[in-house]
């Protein structure tokens, strides 16, 4: 399966372990990022317009990596035949929905233009760790979960609206937030990076987000999947894979 996204640094958060998992589990996934960090739905579609070479092209396949800069989206686009197609709105304007169009519906359009086979997916972000300095959760109050449910809504409302499915990492980050083990507020592990509170952790939300990534597109349960991350413990390994199994197969977040 070749899967593209059109994204930012918390698409390469779900993408860091994603190509060896699909490999555990007997999957052959071709991975493609175009990155540029921070980046809005706006600044896609502005990139898309201006055909502007501003993306870092990260291509993942067969345990390689290869980035090339300076590329343009059509190019990325084009370089090969997508079965998957992945588009976001930055973290921080993720609940925002006035902040998505009329970039999402463009975005969309040009994507089916370029790649009419392949199936377009929303990558639905997380919501930022309580901690955080981050200017954009004071939109939101500071308050994790009222993130978290504004990006949700957020999400599904244009997944309605252009019968889409929605990869639900933020839903998977949610449910395991209500495990004590990732409690922060009482003494659990972040699922966010210690210096800046809101990108994935190298080990436990990546390995989170890209179970949701890999059981939504292998269709295969992540509960079988044998692979493993170093500094993640077994306990820690088998509530992650419940909270992503769980984000995919109900959508909805259920607190344990």
Known sequence: ??????????????????????????????????????????????????????????????????????HKMRHALKSDDWDVVTLQQVSGLGGRPDSFEPYLEKLINYVKECQPNAEILLHETWSYEITTEHGSFLYYDRDQLKMYKAIHETYKAFSKKYGLRVIPCGTAFQIARTMDIFDVANGGKSLCRADDGFHASETHGQYLAGA??????????????????????????????KAAHLAVQNGEMQPL
């Not at 779900?14 to 052959?28: D, F, S, T, V």
């Not at 292998?218 to 991350?229: A, C, K, M, Q, R």
């Open 1 to 70: 399966m070749k899967i593209l996204a059109i994204g930012n640094s918390f698409s390469q958060n779900a993408m860091a372990y994603l190509e060896r998992m699909a490999a555990a589990g007997k999957q052959n996934f071709v991975l493609g990022n175009l990155v540029i960090g921070g980046c809005s739905l706006e600044r896609h579609c502005g990139n898309m317009e201006s055909d502007a070479p501003e993306y870092d092209f990260e291509i993942r396949s067969l345990g390689g990596k290869v980035t090339l800069q300076n």
């Open 212 to 241: 949701v990534w890999y059981e939504m597109l292998s269709g295969e349960s992540i509960l079988e999947n044998p692979y493993s991350v170093d500094g993640i413990s077994f306990y820690e390994l088998m509530s992650l894979k």
